[in-house]
């Protein structure tokens, strides 16, 4: 008996995600304190209370530093033993402050 089961094809479309990530290329000023992310929507600094902890990250990582808007988050995956793809730290950041 031939196969009798549905036979529309599998459409993949990905989930819609609350945030959307894009890869930029931040800025730490250790003196200020603040954080500059630079990406294709445009160039915004923040503040944040350690900065220094992102740069040590930024020193690892071993993949593209990823920026969510909707919640200022940023996203660094550093190297980590035993972790093939890396481990990554999240830091959020405050308000935006003027450039």
């Known amino acids: ?10 459409t993949s479309t990905p989930a819609p995600t609350a945030s959307h990530r894009v890869a930029v290329i931040p800025a730490v000023d250790l003196f200020l304190g603040t954080v ?8 915004g600094r923040f503040a ?14 071993v993949r593209p530093t ?5 919640s200022r988050t940023l996203t660094v995956t550093v190297a980590a033993a035993g972790k093939r793809a890396g481990v990554q730290q ?4 405050s308000h935006e402050e003027p450039a």
């Open 66 to 70: 990823l920026w969510c808007g909707a």
């Open 1 to 10: 008996m031939p196969y009798q089961g549905d036979t529309t094809s599998a």
């Open 36 to 43: 500059t992310i630079t990406a294709k929507a445009g160039t």
């Open 90 to 93: 999240h830091y959020t950041l």
């Open 48 to 61: 944040h209370p350690e900065p220094h902890l992102i740069a040590q990250a930024l020193a690892q990582a």
